[in-house]
């Protein structure tokens, strides 16, 4: 998929690129990827938040499972995208077709300063913080071990696609075995007894399910790897379907090993559930075994986030002059090396800005939250906008139930963004602050076009 000409965003740059993203990924390594994505360090953090909002064993379950069908009906409209529009820029594209260059940049921007490098730091400070546990480092640990983590990933992806996505397939795999030893573990403990905690007022359902979509978060990575998947008219959906049911599955289970072993009323008041439970059953050994698979975990999302954002930062460096430097994909190693290594300077800032706060995981959790969910949801906005706009594109495989499909996904996205203004602090609002920083640099541009 060579691009011989490349016209800038707003700009004048023209240049000629020899190679280009290549058809490499399998639906293996594409469904290894997204599980790998969205498995990360939400599974052992949020399950008890939302048992504190339940009111019974089934409620806890029904809620991870509605989180499973909300996921679906996300992917079903990002299948279509994906599929009719396959490029590396996955969202950028979309957004731009749909919106304009402007509000594509803005995107673009956006997952380059807050979403994409927001989500690498925050999963590299909960990295650290059980790789601590298993051997500290001095006082500033965690942050020593997740700058550690975003340098030596980024490195395996910089020396070439094979490396990373071999590395990926065995962290996902390792990830899933040690997940399925635990829910083993814990179906066969001998029930907890806890009595169960009281109802909760209404509307604690909606913010149950603002952790449980957190924990799902990660599978429209998908829609970037779209140029590299081998028979993309296919396998763009069988790996969202395959890695939806896989996650749906796991998140049941671990959820009922975690309601058997702990209890409703214990899990729920529990600061580390997954540790609490090993703990009650094997002691020491079993937290300490926990604290690695969830080294394990995180680096594979890690991983994954680093494979898949240095993708938007290529197709933005294609059409976008200040950024043109980002726009050169390496033939061998088949890879976007510029894009990584300026994708891992923003990372390691922010993780530098955690330390400083002291409160590395929380503050980075508020920095994306409110401007994912905006562009989710906007993104959701550009798949009406194109069947209306472009009904004449062939499209390999089309939402069911449009437009109901596309419409209840949008406003799920909306609630969301509603619901992460509200309960985050004051890191949402220097998060927001980073993307409208972008603005500027479009009204210069277009001065300096101007003047030209």
């Given at each position: 998929m060579s691009r011989p000409e490349n016209h800038s965003l707003l700009g004048q740059v023209t240049t000629t690129e020899v190679a280009a993203p290549k058809q490499s990924l399998t639906l293996?390594?594409?469904?290894?990827?997204?599980?790998?994505?969205?498995?990360?360090?939400?599974?052992?953090?949020?399950?008890?938040?939302?048992?504190?909002?339940?009111?019974?064993?089934?409620?806890?379950?029904?809620?991870?499972?509605?989180?499973?069908?909300?996921?679906?009906?996300g992917a079903l409209c990002y299948a279509e995208l994906a599929t009719t529009y396959p490029d590396v820029g996955g969202v950028y594209y979309y957004l731009k077709r749909a919106f304009g260059r402007r509000?594509?940049?803005?995107?673009?921007?956006?997952?380059?300063?807050?979403?994409?490098?927001?989500?690498?730091?925050?999963?590299?400070?909960?990295?650290?913080?059980?790789?601590?546990?298993?051997?500290?480092?001095?006082?500033?640990?965690?942050?020593?071990?997740?700058?550690?983590a975003i340098a030596v990933l980024t490195a395996l992806n910089i020396i070439g696609l094979q490396q990373g996505k071999w590395t990926q397939n065995?962290?996902?795999?390792?990830?899933?075995?040690?997940?399925?030893?635990v829910v083993?573990?814990?179906?066969?403990?001998?029930?907890?007894?806890?009595?169960?905690?009281?109802?909760?007022?209404?509307?604690?359902?909606?913010?149950?399910?603002?952790?449980?979509?957190?924990?799902?978060?990660?599978?429209?990575?998908?829609?970037?790897?779209?140029?590299?998947?081998?028979?993309?008219?296919?396998?763009?959906?069988?790996?969202?379907?395959?890695?939806?049911?896989?996650?749906?599955?796991?998140?049941?289970?671990?959820?009922?090993?975690?309601?058997?072993?702990?209890?409703?009323?214990?899990?729920?008041?529990?600061?580390?559930?997954?540790a609490d439970l090993m703990r009650s059953l094997w002691g020491t050994p079993g937290a300490l075994f926990i604290s690695i698979l969830i080294a394990i975990a995180t680096l594979g999302a890690?991983?994954?986030t680093i494979f898949t954002g240095a993708r938007t930062n290529y197709a933005l460096g294609q059409d976008f002059s200040l950024f043109s430097f980002m726009g050169r994909w390496?033939?061998?190693?088949?890879?976007?090396?510029?894009a990584l290594l300026l994708q891992a300077a923003i990372a390691l800032a922010l993780v530098l800005l955690g330390t400083l706060t002291r409160k590395g995981f929380e503050t980075m959790v508020d920095y994306t939250a409110p401007v994912f969910w905006f562009f989710f949801f906007l993104s959701g906005i550009s798949l009406l906008v194109l069947r209306k706009r472009e009904p004449e594109i062939l499209r390999p495989f089309s939402v069911p139930f449009y437009p109901i499909t596309p419409l209840l996904f949008c406003a799920v996205c909306g609630y969301l963004l509603y619901s992460s203004l509200v309960?985050?602090?004051?890191?949402?609002?220097?998060?927001?602050?980073?993307?409208?920083?972008?603005i500027p640099l479009l009204i210069w541009n277009r001065y300096r076009q101007g003047r030209a």
């Open positions: 293996s390594d594409a469904v290894a990827l997204i599980v790998g994505i969205v498995i990360g360090a939400g599974i052992f953090q949020t399950p008890a938040l939302v048992a504190a909002q339940a009111g019974s064993d089934l409620a806890v379950l029904l809620f991870w499972l509605a989180g499973g069908v909300v996921s679906l009906i509000v594509a940049f803005l995107f673009a921007w956006a997952r380059m300063t807050v979403i994409q490098t927001g989500s690498i730091a925050l999963l590299a400070f909960v990295f650290g913080d059980y790789a601590s546990e298993i051997w500290r480092l001095g006082a500033f640990s965690p942050s020593v071990y997740a700058a550690g065995l962290l996902t795999v390792a990830k899933v075995l040690g997940l399925l030893l083993i573990i814990g179906l066969t403990a001998t029930p907890n007894s806890a009595a169960p905690i009281e109802s909760t007022s209404s509307g604690s359902w909606g913010l149950a399910m603002v952790f449980v979509l957190l924990s799902y978060g990660g599978w429209n990575e998908a829609a970037y790897i779209s140029a590299e998947i081998q028979n993309r008219q296919r396998n763009i959906l069988r790996s969202l379907l395959w890695s939806i049911g896989i996650i749906t599955t796991i998140y049941l289970a671990i959820n009922l090993a975690y309601l058997r072993g702990l209890g409703l009323a214990n899990m729920a008041t529990s600061e580390a559930v997954a890690i991983n994954a390496q033939q061998r190693p088949s890879t976007p090396s510029q309960y985050t602090n004051v890191g949402a609002i220097v998060g927001v602050l980073v993307v409208a920083a972008g």
